[in-house]
């Protein structure tokens, strides 16, 4: 057999003669800046949350990107309240569709509550065992984080003496309502001089950034606005939240959204590209909800894509991680792009 049997031609390829996965290197010392970027020579999730940095950075950067934030899960309670209200404090935030929890566990913080880290005392009990002693001392459990209940009515007479009475009989939508709410918030965390910060209602409030909570039923403060509609001519009219919401995606240049989990949060910030004649030129995904299921919360985005609701060139990127650490991660190295 010649040498010549043994040449095989190289195969005429597109891609894969360029760019290799490199090794990530890590060091004490290393700046945020410095770590995503060795996760960008990466693979597999890490290369998804480089470029969901590197996407989230391109949208902050750009004076004509309408952003609309979708903020889904116990994320005030996780310690995620901070970075959420800065972004919206600074001009990265155009829009906010969230829970009612997430502004009621909020507002908790801005009138004084804390939420806590648990104990090890636990470990001898079963999780039952364990819930059923958390039920005896009204302490409220959300996964690792603990609430007493004494905070809950502490904000329910906070929405009956500072916002309530200031609305009155009114017909409100949804976006008028949370707008009392963070200037109420703001108002009696500066009075009382708490020590936390007034959080995301009132940062969205002082900024002029409308916050939509399109299922406020589902939440303490849902129920609260629905107890107070009973004896009252106040009521929340849902469909008057449509209108600002869809023009503002309607009259932008460019758009992007930021998904943190599902829902939805999710659903109401992809479906405003549904009446527009465009759709998203970018869009972020942090989510730990499989998409083979075939539920809304865990959709691809290019699923949305064929939905309309996402450019055909859009730059897109799907995380599926929990949020609560990619979050932080996203937002730290986009600012660093975009700054």
Do not use: C
Request: charged share 25%; proline share 4%.
């Amino acid at each position: 057999m010649s040498d010549d049997d043994h040449d095989h031609p190289e195969p005429d390829r597109e891609e894969f003669h360029h760019d290799p996965v490199e090794h990530a290197s890590v060091s004490a010392g290393m700046s945020v800046a410095d770590l995503v970027g060795e996760y960008g020579k990466a693979g597999i999730g890490a290369a998804d949350l480089s470029e969901a940095i590197d996407v989230t950075g391109e949208m902050f950067a750009s004076d004509e990107t309408t952003v609309f934030l979708g903020l889904a899960g116990a994320m005030v309670p996780a310690g995620m309240r901070q970075i959420v209200a800065d972004l919206i404090r600074d001009g990265y935030v155009d829009a906010l569709v969230t829970t009612g929890a997430n502004l009621t566990h909020d507002s908790i913080e801005a009138i004084g509550g804390k939420h806590h880290h648990g104990t090890a005392e636990h470990d001898e009990l079963s999780e039952r065992e364990f819930d059923e002693r958390l039920r005896d001392e009204e302490v409220d459990r959300i996964y690792n984080v603990y609430l007493p209940q004494e905070h809950f009515a502490l904000f329910e007479n906070h929405l009956r003496e500072e916002v309530f009475d200031e609305i009155g009989e009114d017909v409100v939508s949804i976006a008028d309502f949370t707008r009392e709410l963070g200037r109420a918030n703001a108002a009696v965390n500066d009075r009382e001089d708490i020590d936390e910060d007034a959080g995301i209602a009132a940062a969205a409030y002082a900024n002029d950034v409308p916050v939509y909570v399109p299922a406020i039923q589902d939440s303490v403060l849902g129920l609260q606005a629905w107890l107070r509609s009973q004896v009252t001519g106040f009521s929340l009219d849902a469909l008057k939240d449509m209108s600002p919401l869809n023009d503002l995606a309607y009259e932008a240049e460019s758009t992007g959204a930021i998904v943190v989990g599902g829902g939805v949060p999710k659903n109401y910030v992809l479906q405003t590209m549904l009446v527009t004649p465009d759709a998203y030129d970018y869009a972020v995904q942090l989510t730990m909800d499989p998409p083979q299921t075939g539920g809304l919360s865990g959709a691809t985005l290019d699923e949305a894509r064929s939905w309309g609701k996402l450019k055909k060139d859009a730059r897109n990127v799907s995380v599926y991680a929990d949020a609560t650490i990619t979050l932080p991660l996203v937002v730290a190295g986009a600012l660093d792009e975009a700054e």
